[in-house]
């Protein structure tokens, strides 16, 4: 059986705030405004530094120097 990929995690909303937020490893990171473009930034900022941890989690080689 394959290994399972690890999900991206989801762009949320905490109704009590409005405030949106992303949960990572247990931790919870808020965004912003829910919706608005600051939000969104951050999360895409989040996704980059999420998928750059990965890739190098899955290949350490890549990130040491030869």
């Known amino acids: 059986?394959?290994?399972?990929?690890?999900?991206?995690?989801?762009?949320?909303l905490h109704k009590p705030?409005?405030?949106a937020y992303v949960?990572?490893?247990g931790k919870v990171?808020?965004?912003?405004?829910?919706g608005s473009d600051?939000?969104?930034e951050a999360y895409s900022q989040?996704?980059?530094?999420?998928?750059?941890?990965r890739t190098n989690a899955t290949f350490p080689e890549a990130t040491q120097k030869r």
């Open 17 to 19: 705030s409005g405030l």
């Open 38 to 40: 600051e939000s969104w």
């Open 29 to 34: 990171r808020y965004l912003g405004r829910h």
């Open 46 to 53: 989040f996704v980059d530094e999420w998928r750059s941890r």
């Open 1 to 12: 059986m394959p290994a399972r990929r690890p999900r991206l995690p989801n762009y949320c």
């Open 23 to 25: 949960r990572d490893q």
